[in-house]
């Protein structure tokens, strides 16, 4: 995965990485994460680099967290691998509270109205943070569907679509001829 070509910090910049303040709650969290894993494979970070060039990123509680284990783990906060220094930050940021409220949200998750681009949204951003309860395709089908409006619901079901995203795409296409 990682190549041999040298990355610098500059080239790490050049991808507009996102901050993180601690603020922004799990999904804020899973967005960070996942912005930071999409520039590293990008660039080709170095291993080494990765917890160095994301942790520049980060400001208010969220640096100031960071700069508490830098003082408890002196040079060694920085030779952490990138899987480490996630767990803490999710340990961290994500209260298991939250993530109890928003596993409730996902199984609750519904149409409000005609509004499927927003339910769509909001059912994307909570099933990357539960891959365990909808762990596979097929499951995502199934939980996307049930929490779609009465006037669509048989329709998409009995259609069997095979992926998220060609359910999604007739959810979509029966809203817009309603």
Same mark, same amino acid.
């Given at each position: =995965?990682q190549?041999a070509? /040298?990355?610098?910090?500059?080239?790490?910049m050049? *991808?507009?990485?996102l901050n993180? %303040?601690?603020? $922004?709650?799990?999904?804020?969290?899973?967005?960070?994460?996942?912005?930071?894993?999409?520039v590293?494979?990008i660039?080709?970070?170095?291993?080494?680099n990765?917890?160095?060039?994301?942790?520049?990123?980060?400001l208010?509680?969220?640096?100031?967290?960071?700069?508490?284990?830098?003082r408890t783990?002196?040079?060694?906060?920085?030779a =952490?691998?990138w899987?480490? /220094?996630?767990k803490?930050?999710?340990?961290?940021y *994500?209260?298991?509270?939250?993530? %109890?409220?928003? $596993?409730?949200?996902?199984?609750?998750?519904?149409?409000?109205?005609?509004?499927v681009?927003?339910y769509?949204k909001h059912?994307?951003?909570?099933?990357?943070?539960?891959?365990k309860?909808?762990a596979?395709?097929?499951?995502?089908?199934?939980?996307?569907?049930?929490?779609?409006?009465?006037?669509i619901?048989g329709n998409?079901?009995?259609?069997?679509?095979?992926? /998220?995203?060609?359910?999604i795409?007739l959810?979509?296409?029966?809203?817009d001829?309603?």
């Amino acid at each position: =995965m990682q190549t041999a070509r /040298l990355c610098f910090y500059a080239d790490f910049m050049k *991808c507009q990485p996102l901050n993180f %303040k601690g603020t $922004e709650g799990v999904i804020g969290l899973t967005r960070w994460i996942e912005k930071m894993e999409s520039v590293f494979s990008i660039i080709g970070c170095a291993i080494e680099n990765q917890v160095k060039f994301a942790t520049c990123t980060l400001l208010g509680a969220a640096l100031t967290w960071w700069n508490g284990q830098i003082r408890t783990l002196g040079p060694d906060a920085y030779a =952490m691998t990138w899987e480490v /220094l996630k767990k803490k930050m999710m340990d961290k940021y *994500c209260p298991q509270g939250e993530i %109890k409220k928003l $596993e409730i949200e996902l199984w609750n998750l519904k149409v409000k109205g005609i509004d499927v681009p927003t339910y769509t949204k909001h059912f994307q951003e909570l099933t990357l943070i539960y891959t365990k309860f909808v762990a596979n395709e097929t499951e995502k089908i199934d939980k996307y569907i049930s929490g779609l409006p009465d006037n669509i619901y048989g329709n998409v079901k009995s259609s069997k679509p095979k992926t /998220l995203d060609e359910t999604i795409e007739l959810a979509n296409d029966l809203m817009d001829q309603m």
